[in-house]
């Protein structure tokens, strides 16, 4: 398997996980350490992968309400053999999301270290 298919790979874990509220898969695509950090009314906002994956436990998923998907990979990039972006598009209605993902590649898996994003409500 090529990177670009790797990191692809660790990508489409991240988005199904997220359409099918699986905390256990998004977890497999996040290293330990990872946080998700977002702007909230003028202020930064971390959220550690943890307190993130509870969240999604303890919430409906997309795809029980029957939302529609809305995932693309905008853009993979490699700043060298372990460390890649990804900018990619997806959704929970009514909430519209950009992402941007910075994955490292650690003992020979790639896995998403930091998640930045924006959301759209529309």
Known sequence: MTDKSAVEAVVKTYLDGLYEGDADKLASAFLP?????????GATKIVPR????????????????????????LQIDFAGPTTAFVKLKCAIPPRFFTDY????????????A???FAVEVR
Do not use: F, Y
């Not at 993902?101 to 998403?112: E, I, N, P, Y």
């Open 33 to 41: 350490t990872s946080a998700l950090t977002s702007e909230d009314g």
């Open 101 to 112: 993902l910075s994955l490292l590649k650690v003992d020979g898996q790639w896995r998403v």
């Open 114 to 116: 930091q998640k930045i």
């Open 50 to 73: 943890d307190v993130w994956l509870d969240a999604v436990r303890n919430r409906p998923s997309p795809q029980s309400q029957n939302l529609s998907r809305h995932d693309e990979i």
